[in-house]
C-alpha cells in the first residue's frame, strides 16, 4: 500500500496562552525544547520535514538510520528532535547540527546521538492517512504503534500524555533543560494541519537576577543599544549568559548616564561575549566592560545550556541587591533527566 500523505504537511500548530484550558475534551503533553518534525516512511524512503516545510536529513542521519531499522515500512509520525547531554536537553548541540558540512555533521551524530520524541501518528503501518481521526483515536493508534514498533529504541521515544491536568501541572513546575512548558490538545478534533485550532501552549516565564558586566552601544548613536548580563558560577567566575535590550528609546539616554561611569571595569572573568547578536543588528560589533556594580532583574522565557535563549525582559534594576548573590543556581534548578520523565511520566489515565 502506498503512503497516502506526502510532503509537504503543514504541522498542526499552538495558540500561546497563559493557563491550561481545563476539561474533559482535552489532552495535556510535555512541550520540548528541540526541532519539531514530521517523519515520513515510505519503504526505504525516509523525509524529515521542518516545521517551516524544509528537509531536516541532511543533519540527522542518525535519526533516518534508526526510523530504517522500525519494521513497519509505511507510515508519518510528529514529533520533536532533541538531543540529551548527560541526561538534559541541549538545545545549543541542537543548532550545531545545522552546518553545511556533511563530515561535521556526521562527526556529531556520533559523539551526541539525537533522539526522536514522537507525540502523534499521521498515518498506521499501513501507510493509510490517519488526519481525519480525532486525536483520542490517532492517540490509542500511536501507543500501540509504539508497543510494537518502538519497544526497544531508546532513541525513538513515546512522549507521555494525560488528561489529568494535576499531572500537566507537574510537568510544568519542572525546571530545568528538558521542558518548554506544557501544550493542551482537543481530543475530539482531527489533526489541525497549519492551523491553531486544536492545540494551545504554554510557556515558561521565570524571573533571574543579573549582573550588567557589559554593555554595547547603537551603530548610529552613542547610547546603550543592550546590557550585557552575568550570572556567577560555583567557582566564583561572572560568566556572560545573554542580554536585555527591552527598554524604550526615550530609556536609553537615561540607561547610559547610568551605566558609563563604570566603564573599563573588569567585566567578565569567566565566559565573555561574542559578536553581537543576530537579534541586534543595529549595534556596533565591540562591547564595553563594566565594573560589575549593577543588578537587575529580567523576565526569561527559557535557559539552556549556559545562557537564556532569547533576549530577556527588562524588569527593574535592583540597587538592594548585591552581585555576589546573582549565581546560576537560579536558572538551574532542574529536576530529573529527561529519561526518567520518559519513562515516569506517563500517568496511567492516559487517553486512549
Not at 500523505?5 to 498542526?12: F, G, N
Not at 522500525?70 to 538531543?83: H, M, P, S, T
Not at 483520542?136 to 513515546?158: C, G, N, P, V, Y
Not at 493542551?184 to 504554554?202: E, V
Request: net charge positive.
Amino acid at each position: 500500500m502506498a503512503l497516502e500523505i506526502k510532503p509537504p504537511l503543514l504541522p498542526m500548530e499552538a495558540r500561546p496562552v497563559a493557563e491550561p484550558p481545563i476539561g474533559v475534551e482535552w489532552q495535556y503533553e510535555p512541550k520540548w525544547d528541540g526541532f519539531r518534525c514530521l517523519i515520513f516512511r515510505d519503504d526505504q524512503d525516509v523525509y524529515l520535514q521542518s516545521k517551516s516545510g524544509q528537509p531536516l536529513a541532511r543533519y540527522f542521519p542518525d535519526i533516518v538510520a534508526r526510523i530504517t531499522q522500525i519494521r513497519a515500512k509505511q507510515f508519518v509520525i510528529d514529533g520533536e528532535i532533541v538531543i540529551p547531554i548527560a541526561g538534559r536537553l541541549s538545545f545549543d548541540d541542537l543548532l550545531m547540527r545545522v552546518h553545511p558540512a556533511a563530515s561535521r555533521v556526521k562527526k556529531l551524530a556520533s559523539e551526541h546521538p539525537a533522539m526522536l520524541i514522537v507525540f502523534d501518528l499521521l498515518a498506521d503501518a499501513r501507510g493509510k492517512s490517519l488526519l481525519e481521526l480525532p486525536l483520542k483515536s490517532r492517540r490509542a493508534k500511536l501507543e500501540k504503534f509504539a508497543e510494537t514498533q518502538l519497544l526497544t529504541d531508546s532513541a525513538i521515544q513515546l512522549s507521555p500524555a494525560t488528561t489529568n491536568i494535576a499531572d500537566a501541572r507537574k510537568w510544568f513546575e519542572a525546571k530545568g533543560g528538558n521542558l518548554d512548558g506544557i501544550v493542551a490538545k482537543r481530543l475530539d478534533l482531527p489533526y489541525c494541519s497549519g492551523n491553531r485550532n486544536g492545540m494551545q501552549k504554554i510557556k515558561h516565564h521565570h524571573t533571574a537576577d543579573c549582573v550588567v558586566a557589559g554593555f554595547r552601544y547603537l551603530k548610529e548613536q552613542r547610547v546603550v543599544g543592550s546590557l550585557l548580563l552575568g550570572l556567577y558560577d560555583s567557582e566564583g567566575r561572572l560568566n556572560h549568559v545573554g542580554f536585555t535590550s527591552s527598554f524604550k528609546a526615550s530609556e536609553r539616554q537615561r540607561i547610559t548616564e547610568i551605566v558609563e561611569p563604570l566603564k573599563g571595569g573588569a567585566g567578565f572573568n569567566g565566559r565573555s561575549p561574542g559578536g553581537p547578536s543576530r537579534w541586534n543588528g543595529g549595534e556596533a560589533k565591540e562591547w564595553e566592560p563594566l565594573n560589575p556594580k549593577l543588578v537587575v532583574e529580567v523576565g526569561y522565557d527559557h535557559f539552556t545550556g549556559d545562557r537564556f535563549r532569547h533576549g530577556t525582559q527588562l524588569i527593574r534594576w535592583r540597587p538592594d541587591k548585591k552581585p555576589k548573590a546573582c549565581s546560576v543556581s537560579q536558572v538551574k534548578n532542574g529536576t530529573g533527566t529527561i529519561l526518567q520523565l520518559l519513562k515516569t511520566s506517563a500517568p496511567k489515565d492516559s487517553s486512549g
